[in-house]
């Protein structure tokens, strides 16, 4: 719709993407509904909030697995930097414990990427007016799936085992000794149900967990 025919106060809106075809896409067909406009459009992760605070969006659309830093993160300092900006996190992957993480992280909404854009659109809408969107299946399989039963540091230790590091380098990275780092992914390979530290690295970050 033309510039001029949009209302006085067009809701003003941040996109995090780091897929190009995708994250333009999305700002077209955003950018032809007559009350909203994409201002900013990032790429990584550890671009979003400089963004935000240049351009205050009144609601951030993030991805999770983002260059950088992750969206769940950014959100996180969103709700501090900028706490006028809703943020609504959009992601190819419905996974239960993104959506807790999302939650605890300050986020108004969770949607998977499926959906049709009018659908987004009025989420958009929708937490601009206060309200908390998530994706139904998803809020239902979070509640049976329950909470993670990982750790912060058995978080950081899995994390840390993402590029093949050995024990002792992760001992290292961490600052920690090298028996503590066994005894952090021993539980966490017997609280996952696994068989050695990259299933565990595996499986939780399917469960979103990570």
Known sequence: M??????????RVLLAEDQGMMRGALALLLGMEPDIEVVAQVSAGDLIVDAALVHRPDVALLDIELPGRSGLDA???LRDQVPDCRVLILTTFGRPGYLRRAMEAGAAGFLVKDGPVEE???AVRRVLTGETVIDPALAAAALSAGPSPLTARECDVLTASTDGATVADIATRLHLSESTVRNYLSSAIGKTGTRNRMEAL??????GWL
């Open 2 to 11: 033309p510039r001029d025919h949009r209302p006085a106060k067009s809701i």
């Open 75 to 77: 959100a996180a300092e």
């Open 120 to 122: 987004l659109a009025a």
């Open 202 to 207: 595996r499986e939780a970050r399917q469960q």
